[in-house]
């Protein structure tokens, strides 16, 4: 059964339903209703809006791509969509929210750059503290305005003698399956009369008309043509009309409805596609190959297509029911696709250059009639890697205690730069001891090298048996990791040679009688002759310098 989404007009008769009981000014202050005048309408609060074509399909995108619309959660997640009539206050389908509390309604708004890929402004959270409904329509008052969140400040509300164009009008809206990424889809609705919409909801059959045309009807019914997903998910989105101003010539948005649904059907459930997930290697050397699987489980479904795409261009899909089953769309060399392996479910790329580095997305879909769709992203990076292990300059080859170590381990370039860390007789250095340098680049190959300086004082705890190890290494992802190591010999105080008077201050336990036999005392190599108590002496005189 055709699942309709059917779309309310609002028009000049529910301007009666709300009172301004806490000071809010209600709807029909909050619009223009000036019989069409549209010189204050479809903006922006920032800006004018000039167009969401590019909204046309299904994109990735958070919460906010088009910041006047907000989604609407409970406890159980996505309940349906909302319109921010001003920073304060969402305008919804009532039947989403009619057994909903203000305690349970969390509104969430932002504003994610699909082109860039960086989210502009952070998701904004605000809860709610008043409800108020109005048949199928209801406003939601928020704790405290988005702000400064972009939001639409005059609202057009059609004139009962407006005319809409087949397909002219559309929702966008947020729906989530609460994975990575939220899926932003634009709904083309057809506009029909309330008697043929309504007709078609009774007896369940597609009657179209050649235009919506209103007389004295509250009402006027659309639904969705594009069998993207029976339930609607669009539900509780406003319904806009793009129209051009005669003044500016600049688009404006005429609010004519929102869009509403059959009972019992949950927005955004998925009955038959299930556990898409993909398999996307994090990291691959540039010029080798990579394998990307996308796994689903489409239960008693028919396949319709299996889309990838590198960011939002699509590169590869796969159609079982056409023939060749696949199809490439790369423009350019960049995105090279082994067609012979690759199928529904995977896709090998060759010889990846390291340009193509990003996000990547699966997109699965049921076949008719219920057309389920899911997304899932990874992100995977192309590597150039060094062509040398981590340098190590400045460190000596003998140091004393209290000395200070002062070195640096630089990668050699390779895209991105190598992660770099000191160790210390196989331990890792603290971060005190280091300092980051920023990252050194070469333009005209793209290619990153990074420097790390290490900085200590020795102690008597750095040497094991004379000896401290220095070491450095080097990794990028689990792909490459290569280390320099540096021995450092304990520098002690050295042993007076033959020839040389000692100072005998220096030596407390000299005794008189030695003195005419210092000169073989201070060799560094003692004399086989010397007697046992002469050799326990000099022990003791060699400990004595040690220790010093």
Known sequence: MLLINIVILLTLVISSAWTDEVNEKPLQDLVDFTNGEVHYCGYQAHEIVRSCLNTYDTKYARVGEF??????????????????????????????????QVEDLQIVAGDWDILNNF???PEL??????????????????????SPQEYISGLCLPTLQANFVERAAATTAWIGNFSNTDKLTK????????????????????VYAESGKFTDAKHICAFDESYENPCGLNNGAALFYDINNSIDHLPRYLMAGIALEKENCKPGFSV???????????????????????NYDIENETLYTVKWYRGRREFYRYTPKENPAWKIFTKTNEIDVETTKSNASHVLLRNVPTSISGKFACEVSADAPTFDTSIVTADMEVVELPTQRPIITGIHSRYRLGDI?????????????ANLTWWINDIQVPPNYLRIYDIQRHLAENLESAVLELNFVVTVHHFIKGRLKLKCSARIHDIYAQESEKMIEEDRPRILASGRSPDMNMYPFDQPGDVDEHNELFLTRKNAASSASRMNWNLMHTLVNWLR
């Open 67 to 100: 910041p006047w619309t907000v989604r609407i959660n409970d406890k159980n997640g996505y309940l349906a969509a909302g319109t921010l009539l001003n920073r304060a206050l969402v305008l919804t389908a009532s039947q989403f929210i009619k057994n909903k």
């Open 125 to 146: 959270y605000r809860t709610a503290v008043r409800i108020e409904r109005n048949e199928d329509i209801a406003l939601i008052f928020l704790s405290m305005p988005f």
């Open 187 to 206: 709904k083309n609705f057809k506009i029909q009369t309330p008697s043929d919409c309504f007709s078609e909801l009774n007896n369940d059959t597609r």
């Open 272 to 294: 038959g596609l299930r556990n898409v997930n993909v398999r996307i290697p994090a990291a691959v050397k540039r010029g080798d190959n990579a394998l990307l699987i996308c």
């Open 119 to 121: 989210e502009e402004v």
């Open 405 to 417: 170590v002062n070195g640096n381990c630089s990668s050699d370039y390779s895209k991105p730069a």
